[in-house]
């Protein structure tokens, strides 16, 4: 049976139509209904097969193959047995995921709603970041590191020093200039095989690059590298120059307005209470 | 005939200048490349395409070069595309 749904993820309205069983359950909690004038990103999940015109290929992995034209984004599935591919408008904030089968493969339909709705938000000035992330004297910090570098432990040894914070999101955190011109991250359905997340919107305090050392010590890098490093470590598309111009546009707003610190950390306490120190003197 | 590969994207960042690899370029792991002033420009004539010696005659007039300094450009203007060649930049 086909239905719609309304999200509200970081003061953006998302509509999900489809069959019911393609809707994911951890997006419940972000559930909600939209004014009936407010702008939404809408995303209908269609039964079919995607095809390509020529369209001008941008990238292609093991999974997929993204074209692109003057007014869409194709993706096109290659490996999935649940999506053949989605189709995504770069004017109106409009997209449509096919669907070959839809029962119990909720996870992969989450990941294409994900895609999707990421490549909106940075049209909307919001970036999503790389990262474990907590909630700290009322600001969410977020530790940011490629994958295997030791974010989740990181933020597990504050927890184990009894430092007072609440986890934000295990995985990613979505980070913007807010109406006020100040910096605030929001929580999203999304948390990699974390399962740490919230639906929350709270002042950005910052960002802590980590770095595996021998020993825990805490910088701040240069403006450059404090760009850089965020750009390094966006999840929001960099599939063609529009795409990298507006993420490196989002760090350098955003780097104005944050602490940024780079982190030489072991796997021992001490690193926590580095990080720790290091915030409580900014 | 010299040219930038496709797929990135010159932008100056707080003051330095960085070529960001884009699309098939980040799915390959190609690396951002900081160019100072006078890489950026060579940057943007091979974004058009452009023969070494006209490279060099752009620049000449550019930096006001003497006869004396042509050598000195050319040896500047081959090192640089060389490490553009070694990674995976340039076209020929």
Known sequence: MSMKKVYRIAEVYLE?????????DTMCEFETEAPADAEKVRIVLAAGEVTVPVQEELLHTEEMTIYGTE?????????SEV?????????????????????????????????IFFYYLQKRGKMVVHSASILYKGKVWLFSAPSGTGKTSHVAMWKECGYPVEDFNGDMAICYIDEKGQAAAAGLPWC???????????????VIFLKRGNNNSVRKPN????????TARSLTPNWDEACVK???????????KISVGVLSCTY?????????????GL | ??????????????????????????????????????????????????????LINVQAKKYEATQEDIPKLVADTDFFLSKLRLQGLLIE
Not at chain 1, 268 to 280: H, W
């Open chain 1, 16 to 24: 999900i139509e489809g069959d019911e069983s393609c809707f994911c």
């Open chain 1, 83 to 115: 999506i053949a591919g989605c189709r995504i408008q770069k004017q109106e904030e409009s997209a449509v995921i096919y669907i070959k089968q839809t029962v119990g493969n909720d996870e992969e339909i989450s990941g294409a709603i994900r895609n």
């Open chain 1, 268 to 280: 021992e306490e001490k690193a926590a209470e580095v990080s720790k120190q290091f915030i409580d």
């Open chain 1, 246 to 256: 507006r993420n490196v546009q989002l760090a350098e707003e955003l780097a104005e």
């Open chain 1, 223 to 230: 403006v450059f590298e404090g760009i850089m490093q965020l």
């Open chain 1, 192 to 206: 990699g095989t974390s399962g740490i997340y919230r639906n929350m919107i709270a002042p950005l305090g910052g």
């Open chain 1, 71 to 79: 007014e869409e984004y194709l993706m096109r599935y290659r490996r």
């Open chain 2, 1 to 54: 005939m010299y040219r930038l590969k496709e797929g990135y994207l010159l932008k100056e960042v707080a003051g330095e200048y960085v070529l960001f690899p884009t699309g098939q370029s980040v799915v390959e792991g190609k690396n951002i490349v900081r160019v100072n002033e006078a890489g950026k420009y060579i940057v943007e004539r091979l974004q058009e395409g452009i023969e070494f010696n006209a």
